[in-house]
């Protein structure tokens, strides 16, 4: 946005000798272009889509929801001018999870890929943002000291990767489809089939967090994670299948889109 602002400083300076109804055109015309560029970066987000921050059947948000009203802070030149993502040392087998964590053999369990993109609510690609998704093997069993689940890991599964999206948005990665499973919120609780993301926007202040599902699942309806979500946005929330990108003989694909902002963006838990 600073760079705009001395253009039109410097462009000023240029037609300054110029008839005042070309100027007062020109001022105009590009005051319109920022005030639109800056609503498609800072449009507030849909509050139908996204899960309250208390759902008392979720019980640990008794816990952790704010007690009084939130404050929003805007936008500034340090946040839209900070520190940018680059390609930053991505390895080779950062988006592939079925080798990635390779020791003695393929990890277990069914193969997917999911693809999609990343776009704003006019369907524009956001390039170079950072996803990170991590997950539970086929098992439903996290690599994490408190996930006490009576399920065996997998030593050729990690369940984390990363990647960038491209110059279209686009992502992909290569996983096991993650199992079920138990969790304390509530008797006989278990968790749906599920991937959790987390994008990264134009700089490290910019940061969403959501999960992904998978269709027909049947604890769906059971789990209060995902109902704690608005309707409307729950379908928002579960992947497509996608013949176009399942592999023969290897692996089945899922989509799953991320829309950044109006009225079908995807629901984020930090939102």
Not at 88 to 112: C, M, Y
Request: include cysteine; aromatic fraction near 14%; hydrophobic fraction near 35%.
């Amino acid at each position: 946005m600073f760079v705009l602002y001395k253009l039109y400083f410097d462009l000023s300076k240029i037609i300054f000798h110029l008839p005042a109804t070309f100027v007062a055109f020109f001022k105009q015309t590009f005051s319109q272009s920022l005030h639109n560029m800056s609503t498609i970066i800072y449009n507030r987000f849909d509050e139908e889509v996204h899960p309250p921050r208390l759902s008392p059947d979720y019980k640990s948000t008794v816990l952790r929801a704010p007690t009084k009203p939130l404050i929003v802070v805007k936008q500034s030149l340090s946040e839209s001018t900070g520190p940018l993502f680059g390609d930053f040392n991505l390895g080779p087998l950062d988006h592939d999870l079925t080798k990635n964590s390779v020791v003695n053999g393929q990890p277990l369990g069914e193969r997917i890929v999911v693809h999609g993109r990343v776009v704003n609510e006019n369907g524009q690609p956001i390039p170079n943002t950072l996803i990170e998704i991590w997950q539970a093997n086929s098992a439903g069993r996290y690599v994490h000291k408190v996930d006490q689940h009576d399920a065996p890991l997998d030593p050729n599964f990690l369940g984390a990767g990363r990647c960038m999206t491209d110059k279209d948005g686009n992502y992909k990665f290569y996983t096991i489809k993650p199992g079920a499973y138990p969790w304390g919120n509530h008797y006989n609780a278990w968790r749906p089939n599920h991937i959790h993301f987390s994008l990264f926007g134009a700089n490290i202040t910019n940061r969403l967090v959501t999960q992904m599902y998978f269709p027909g699942d049947p604890l769906l309806q059971y789990d209060p994670i995902f109902l704690g979500v608005p309707p409307k946005g729950r379908d928002l929330l579960i992947s497509q299948f996608d013949l176009s990108v399942t592999e023969p003989h290897f692996a089945l694909g899922y989509r799953f889109d991320f829309v950044l902002r109006g009225h079908n963006q995807t629901p984020f838990e930090n939102s």
